[in-house]
C-alpha cells in the first residue's frame, strides 16, 4: 500500500510552517527568504521551536497576516541597526493582522528601528468610518532589545504611524480602529508603544493596551503633540 505524506501546507487555508520553505532555526542561517515566501502565501504562519535570523525587513503590503509560535518558542533574531522587523504598509480596509506568541530579539547594540511597525488602514473617501472589519493585534510576545546604562535609544517595539494626505487624487486618511496591544513583554527598548499623527491627523480608536509588562523601558507609551487629541484608547495598563 503506498502511503502519501501530508503536510499543514497541503491543506487550503491551513497555517503553513516556515521549515516548510526553508527556514532552519538555528539562529546562524539567514531565514530572511523562507519568511518572504510564506507571507507570500497569504496564509497563517506557524514558527516551530527555534532561533530564526532575518536580515532585512519583513514587508505585509495589503495583506491579511498571522503569525504564532508555541509560547514563546519561535523566535526572530534580527541583527540589524536600521530597519523594522515587520513593516505593515498599504493596508486597505478589511485586513486582520495578528503578530501572537513569538519572540523577536534586536541583537544590535545600535538598534534604532521599530520591531513592528504599522502605518495604519487606508480609507480614500478621506473620512473615518468605523470599520470593525480592520484589526490590528500583538498578543502575548517577547520584544527584546540590548540594554546600554544610561542611555535613551529610539528603538520602537510597536509604532503606529497614522497620517492624512490631502493632495488628490483622492484625498487619504490612516486610521488604526480594534487595536489591541496585551499579555506582552517588552524589555531594553527605548520608547515600547509609538503613536504618530502627522499634520494633526488620522486616528486610533475602539483601541486597548493591557496587561504588558515593561523592563528598562524609559517610554512606556509616547504620543507626538498632533496625535493626543486623536486617540481614544480605552485602557492603558502594564507594569
Do not use: W
Not at 520584544?143 to 504611524?161: D, M, Q, V
Not at 531594553?188 to 502627522?198: D, I, R
Request: with cysteine; charged share 10%; net charge negative.
Amino acid at each position: 500500500m503506498a502511503l502519501t505524506k501530508v503536510s499543514y501546507s497541503m491543506i487550503a487555508g491551513a497555517p503553513v510552517n516556515v521549515q516548510d520553505f526553508g527556514a532552519v532555526g538555528d539562529g546562524v542561517t539567514n531565514d530572511t527568504a523562507a519568511f518572504v515566501a510564506a507571507i507570500a502565501t497569504q496564509r497563517p504562519i506557524f514558527l516551530p521551536e527555534g532561533q530564526y535570523l532575518i536580515t532585512s525587513t519583513l514587508t505585509i503590503d495589503n495583506k491579511s497576516f498571522y503569525i504564532t509560535s508555541d509560547n514563546n518558542t519561535g523566535r526572530i533574531i534580527y541583527n540589524q541597526a536600521t530597519g523594522n522587523v515587520f513593516s505593515f504598509i498599504n493596508s486597505s480596509s478589511d485586513k486582520r493582522h495578528y503578530i501572537d506568541s513569538i519572540g523577536i530579539y534586536l541583537t544590535n547594540a545600535n538598534y534604532s528601528g521599530s520591531a513592528i511597525y504599522h502605518e495604519g488602514f487606508t480609507n480614500n473617501t478621506g473620512s473615518v468610518q468605523n470599520n470593525f472589519r480592520d484589526i490590528f493585534v500583538v498578543n502575548n510576545c517577547d520584544i527584546e532589545g540590548i540594554y546600554i546604562s544610561g542611555t535613551l535609544n529610539n528603538s520602537k517595539a510597536i509604532h503606529c504611524n497614522v497620517s492624512f494626505n490631502s493632495a488628490p487624487p483622492p484625498p487619504t486618511l490612516k486610521y488604526l480602529f480594534n487595536f489591541r496591544i496585551s499579555n506582552n513583554t517588552i524589555k531594553n527598548m527605548g520608547n515600547a508603544v509609538y503613536f504618530e499623527t502627522p499634520g494633526f491627523s488620522g486616528f486610533i480608536n475602539h483601541s486597548e493596551i493591557y496587561n504588558n509588562y515593561f523592563i528598562y523601558t524609559p517610554r512606556v507609551f509616547y504620543a507626538n503633540a498632533g496625535a493626543t487629541p486623536l486617540i481614544n484608547i480605552t485602557e492603558i495598563g502594564g507594569t
